[in-house]
């Protein structure tokens, strides 16, 4: 890839000037269409919140239920991809009324101080412009979480067939899901909100823990990941997604995992009183990637779970990386399922026994 790197630098740049130039053409001659003022689950601290989001052309898109019609499915899913981006838009955060502007693609990242709080907190969101003709102010509300002063360790997890069920060892069938269906309709694997809320409450049941996601899946799908992890119960934690695009970094495979691991660094380092757990899958880098996290961190890593979902010829090389893992001193653990995470979980005092109980009465019966 690296000798087709300048080629895909100036494609990316040709793209970037003939959106920009048609978002200019359109603003000038008043084409624009509603501007979605689309906010992201921020994190922070007790001195500082992030707050991220998008602004993009064209209607929200509908969450769809369990008998939507593919077709449907389909069309919704074509227009998370093709929104048009609203470069250069100005949007004010928070009571202080910090201005930031959106990048090429329509994103923002804002950092305010903080007023000492903890747990959810919402900042508020103001459009300042662009806006389509007869727009009205538009307005949004960012969530940020703040951990807990007593939380006793956050929780880092994968997405896609660690959470959800993706098929992501199957470009096919990978594609067939985000085409086809919408939140209602994806799978959860069993037991799993279960699971991730007796780890949030943690040994003492006092529900303090925060759970933070990272995936290599983008950004155009957050308000499917949103909404899929509220229809399933499981708990709600800002959203690490990358950007797809055209771009040398985006293209390279590679790089999803210096995505995931600098995401975890950077939890790591803006939270130094919390160890983590993490959990992902052996379907791609998610092994590799938090054995570099233990190496890196020592000391922070609690314990790693690894969701068993690799093919035969993947398995070796998953088991000889939790074992360095374990000889690293951090517990490892390939687990088959929900149960065996929670009993394992159980065993290195990170949940208690009515948080096993329930993930165990979870499954369904056989």
């Known amino acids: 890839m690296s000798s087709f790197a300048p080629l ?30 689309s906010p992201y689950r921020g994190n922070g601290t007790t ?3 992030t707050v991220r989001g998008r602004l993009v052309e064209a209607s929200a898109v509908e969450h769809g239920s369990e008998d939507e019609p593919w077709w449907r499915n389909a069309a919704t899913a074509v227009r998370r991809f093709v929104a048009a981006d609203v470069p250069g838009g100005l949007v004010r955060a928070g009571e202080d009324g910090v201005e930031v502007v959106t990048d090429v693609e329509g994103y923002f990242v804002a950092e305010l101080p903080a007023d000492g709080r903890t747990g959810w907190i919402d900042v508020p969101l103001e459009l300042l412009g662009p806006t389509a003709p007869g727009q009205q102010t538009v307005r949004a509300s960012a969530p940020v979480l703040v951990p807990e002063s007593d939380a006793e360790f956050g929780i880092i997890s994968d997405l896609d067939d660690t959470v959800i069920w993706s098929g992501i060892t199957s470009t096919l069938t990978m594609l067939k899901l985000v085409l086809f269906h919408n939140a209602s309709t994806r799978t959860p694997f069993p037991g799993v909100g279960a699971l991730y809320r007796a780890l949030q409450r943690g040994p003492d049941d006092k ?9 290599s899946s983008p950004w155009n799908l ?3 990941l949103e909404r899929f992890l509220e229809l399933h119960d499981i708990p709600a934690g800002p959203l690490f997604l ?15 995992k210096a995505f995931k691991l600098n995401r975890i660094g950077e939890l790591l380092a803006t939270y130094p009183e919390l160890d983590f757990v993490l959990i992902g899958d052996s379907g791609q880098h998610d092994p590799e990637i938090y054995e570099q996290a233990v ?13 068993d979902v690799a093919r035969d010829e993947r398995d070796a090389q998953v088991h000889t990386v939790a074992e360095r893992m374990r000889i690293a001193g951090v517990p490892t653990l390939l687990m088959s399922d929900s149960p065996a995470a929670a009993e394992h979980a159980r ?20």
Request: hydrophobic residues 45%; charged residues 25%.
């Open 222 to 224: 957050y308000d499917l």
């Open 207 to 215: 529900g303090r823990n925060p759970v933070f996601y990272v995936s």
């Open 242 to 256: 990358t950007d797809w695009g055209l771009d040398a970094g985006k293209l390279m495979r590679e790089e999803t």
């Open 47 to 49: 001195a500082s919140w």
């Open 347 to 366: 065993s290195e005092g990170l949940l208690s026994e009515a948080g096993l109980t329930a993930v165990q009465e979870a499954l369904p019966s056989a």
């Open 295 to 307: 190496i890196q961190h020592p000391g922070r890593i609690r314990a790693v779970y690894i969701r």
């Open 8 to 37: 895909v630098r100036f494609a990316a740049a040709v793209d970037d000037l003939a959106s920009v130039t048609w978002f200019r053409w359109k603003l000038r001659h008043g084409r624009l269409e509603p501007v979605r003022l």
